[in-house]
């Protein structure tokens, strides 16, 4: 069952006493007021994320049994009190805790919804680093988003396919799961000998013994929760080093492999281009992973390494590449921003097209503009689109990008390509808004851009041609 909402259920315990707190389950010997929000206040998605606090690193050790699809793991965060707090909560969805630790405290616990609500020994105070410990086990389940589809931990016939957008990280690892709140990521991945499990940055090492292959990946730069993965499979592994310098390490399922095979090839040379135009590619590490899952129907940009459910296009890839700089090293405050990260990707591919011989962006505003007022792209407007259920909307992908190319249009070419531009390197490692989008736009081009981003943004149905 749903809860309510969290701010009217703080109000209601603020009022009762102590006492009676105490026995409707507020644990420990927590003070009204020191409670860490069940939410980072976002309305698409009210229980992602919980306040009072901000992780700094997670260090996760996974071991994945894939016949019987059970997990056992320790998770380790690091983290920073932003309160007081008595009390506070971790986003996780299913599986069994049998411990919590807090600066190797016990510390009680107990489960509510999604959320892992820890009461450690001691209040820890406003500004406190403090590390929390928490050992779980049980069989990984998806989460189904409000659109349908689902995310997290999806197993497959020979691992899993790990991809946590918008709200899937809960469902294997407990986490402050809001893009609010970035850290860097430690993980040490147990699978049976001859899978491979694959996750964010840098391989640091694996060794097999006793049946058992243990990987050992870190992500040194800001991630956000969703953008992690630890896809497991029978892999095909490919390694090798960019001019640029960044280490590459591609994992295919082999019923993938002819396929894959073209346009993994291009992946450096994609990424030279984005490069090019976005500013240097934010991380130390690319790739992709290229698992068999039929039942996905899509890929995610997680961070360094892409995850696709099967062979992807080239148009994907460039899309999945483009997220690197918009939405992984430039993440979303807020999910009604999505645009920023779905309209952006959607233009690079336009731009690729472009500039490779296919058709213009022009070209491909314009058949989208062709379609009919009564055309589900005009469903809703991009810059607010409502709620969960429409993140991932065409409005939000195509239209998201036609504001784009008005963008184009009304400032030149080279004032659009150095806003980009300055959006991805001001903004690189941490976090932007469209009103801060908006902002640069103007800034970068003299021009008053608030009327257009009305239009193209926030306003219901189809606009009237500039
Ligand atoms: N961000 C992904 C993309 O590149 C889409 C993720 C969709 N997630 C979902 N649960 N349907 O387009
Ligand atoms: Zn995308």
Redesign the pocket.
């Known amino acids: 069952p749903r809860r309510q909402p969290a701010r009217r259920r703080t109000a209601v315990l603020a009022t009762v006493p102590v006492a009676v707190a105490a026995l409707l389950g507020a644990a420990g010997p927590t003070a009204p007021g020191t409670t860490g929000a069940p939410g980072a206040g976002d309305p698409y998605f009210p229980f992602s994320g919980n306040g009072g606090y901000d992780v700094r690193h997670y260090d996760l050790t996974l071991r994945y049994d894939t016949s019987a699809r059970r997990l056992d793991a320790t998770a380790v965060l690091t983290a920073r009190a932003t309160q007081r707090l008595g009390r506070f909560d971790l986003d996780l969805k299913g599986l069994t805790v049998t411990a919590v630790t807090v600066d190797r405290a016990k510390a009680a616990f107990r489960r509510d919804g999604q959320e892992l609500v820890v009461t450690p020994r001691h209040a820890l105070r406003a500004g406190q680093d403090f590390r929390v410990t928490v050992a779980y086990h049980g069989t990984p389940k998806p989460v189904t ?1 409000p ?1 349908g ?3 997290g931990w999806i197993p497959t016939d020979d691992g899993a396919f790990v ?1 946590g ?2 709200q ?1 990280a809960m469902t294997w690892f407990p986490a402050n799961a809001h893009p609010k709140d970035k850290a860097s990521y430690d993980f040490t991945i147990t699978v049976p000998e001859g899978r491979t499990a694959v996750a964010n940055g840098v391989l640091l090492g694996q060794r097999t013994t006793g049946g058992k292959t243990t990987f050992r990946w870190r992500e040194t730069q800001p991630m956000a929760a969703y953008l992690a993965t630890a896809s497991i499979g029978k892999f095909q592994v490919e390694r090798y080093t960019t001019r640029d310098g960044v280490q590459v390490y591609n994992a295919v399922d082999a019923r993938e492999a002819r396929a894959a095979a073209p346009v993994l090839k291009k992946l450096p040379s994609v990424l030279e281009w984005e490069s090019k135009l976005f500013g240097p590619y934010p991380f130390r590490a690319a790739g992709a992973i290229v698992d068999h899952a039929p039942d996905v ?5 997680t961070q360094t390494r892409p995850v696709y459910d099967s062979a992807p296009d080239l148009g994907t890839l460039v ?2 590449s483009a ?1 690197q700089w918009f ?1 992984d090293s430039v993440t979303l405050t807020a999910w009604k921003d999505i645009w920023l ?2 309209g952006f ?1 959607t233009y690079a591919e336009w731009l690729y097209e472009e500039q490779h011989g296919g058709r213009s962006a022009q070209q491909a505003f314009d058949s989208l503009y062709a379609r009919p007022a009564s055309d589900d792209l005009w469903a809703y407007p991009p810059g607010d689109p409502g709620s969960g259920e429409n993140i ?1 909307g065409t409005p939000v ?1 195509a239209r998201g990008a036609m504001a784009l190319h008005e963008l184009r249009r009304a400032v030149g070419d080279r004032d659009f390509l150095r806003t980009l531009r300055a959006w991805a390197t001001g903004h690189r490692g941490g976090h932007g808004t469209t009103a801060q989008f908006v902002r640069l736009a103007e800034k970068t081009s003299g021009k008053r851009l608030d009327g257009l981003f009305h239009t193209w943004l926030y306003t219901p149905g189809k606009p009237d041609r500039a």
């Open positions: 988003d659109d589809s689902a995310d991809a957008e918008p899937g129907g899509y890929a995610l940009e899309h999945e997220h939405g990260n779905e990707a991932f992908y």
